[in-house]
């Protein structure tokens, strides 16, 4: 099923926005516009690449991702405080948006 990016204003006029998937794109169109909003527009979107769009992390820059991370864990640190500082420390902007 296909897409669409849309945007809208809802009753107290505050603009809004999102995705959602739909037949066409006229459909879309109607289902909100039932639940009270304005429509303003309604485009089909290309479909993301598998893995969020982000391409491929280097199998190099896992390992070595892996290994700090078993690291930091046998060293007690939190799963949450592990992850915040590898992100910080990786070169490879793919792994750090994971």
């Not at 669409?4 to 739909?22: C, M, N, P, W």
């Not at 039932?34 to 690449?49: N, P, S």
């Amino acid at each position: 099923m296909p897409t669409f990016a849309y945007t809208f204003r809802d009753a107290a006029g505050t603009v809004r926005s999102g995705t959602s998937e739909a037949e066409s794109a006229e459909t879309l169109r109607r289902r909100l516009q039932e639940q009270g909003f304005t429509v303003t527009e309604v485009r089909q979107v290309r479909a993301q690449r598998p893995g969020g769009g982000w391409g491929r992390v280097k199998l190099s820059d896992l390992a070595i991702f892996c290994r700090q991370f078993s690291t930091m864990q046998d060293a007690g640190v939190s799963i949450v405080r592990s992850l915040d500082v590898l992100g910080q420390q990786t070169q490879s902007p793919k792994l750090r948006r994971i």
